[in-house]
T-cell receptor, first 113, second 114 residues
Framework: GENVEQHPSTLSVQEGDSAVIKCTYS??????FPWYKQELGKGPQLIID?????GEKKDQRIAVTLNKTAKHFSLHITETQPEDSAVYFC????????????FGTGTRLTVIP | NAGVTQTPKFQVLKTGQSMTLQCAQD?????MSWYRQDPGMGLRLIHY???????DQGEVPNGYNVSRSTTEDFPLRLLSAAPSQTSVYFC?????????????FGPGTRLTVL
């Protein structure tokens, strides 16, 4: 199956600064890379995803970049706000298996007001 | 739309007891799955289904059973609970799409096995 590694495990930034979370994956056949945000006591929620036919995707303050050659993708959050504080997970699919996802171990982001 | 619903929200079991975690979705999604979330380990896939009557194992299936008799429901059964099954369990669903698709998660069930 897919092996997804995520760094860092914790990240603290000042409000207004940028945050970057990085993930690597093992299976070069993977073509879909989502990022989920999990707030305390809730289920994960998709915030952005990218498919391998593009190298970057943006949605307001959030962007994801993908380097298929190096097999890594990153989440970029600009102008961070206190409500961005949460746990973020990257994931990659099992290429031959339905919609199954393999998740990274998560990054706890704290935005300091 | 209620989305993905899970019951109960919290449960405490004694070792050896059995129970069923309920999951339902009202989005007509073909794909449903169960994950467990443990500290420092992310989410790991237990079982999944690509349609009514079809189920298969994920990464960590031992000690769990599933069935899918309708599109809407996907219950997870613990046959004989063990302390190692103490975890937070999430159900998720999505439309099937080659390569992967957005999964919608339920609010989770926090299970403690004593």
């Amino acid at each position: 199956g897919e092996n997804v590694e995520q760094h860092p495990s914790t990240l603290s930034v000042q409000e207004g600064d940028s945050a970057v979370i990085k993930c690597t994956y093992s299976d070069s056949a993977s073509n879909y890379f989502p990022w989920y945000k999990q707030e305390l006591g809730k289920g994960p929620q998709l915030i952005i995803d990218i498919r391998s036919n593009v190298g970057e995707k943006k949605d307001q303050r959030i962007a994801v970049t993908l380097n298929k050659t190096a097999k890594h993708f990153s989440l970029h959050i600009t102008e961070t706000q206190p409500e961005d504080s949460a746990v973020y997970f990257c994931a990659a699919p099992e290429p031959a298996g339905a919609n199954n996802l393999f998740f990274g171990t998560g990054t706890r982001l704290t935005v300091i007001p | 739309n209620a989305g993905v619903t899970q019951t109960p929200k919290f449960q405490v079991l004694k070792t050896g007891q059995s129970m069923t975690l309920q999951c339902a979705q009202d989005m007509n999604h073909e794909y449903m799955s169960w994950y467990r979330q443990d500290p420092g380990m992310g989410l790991r896939l237990i079982h999944y289904s690509v349609g009514a009557g079809i189920t298969d194992q994920g990464e960590v299936p031992n000690g769990y059973n599933v069935s899918r008799s309708t599109t809407e429901d996907f219950p997870l059964r613990l046959l004989s609970a063990a302390p190692s099954q103490t975890s937070v369990y999430f159900c998720a669903s999505s439309f099937l799409l080659a390569g992967g698709n957005e999964q919608f998660f339920g609010p989770g069930t926090r299970l403690t096995v004593l």
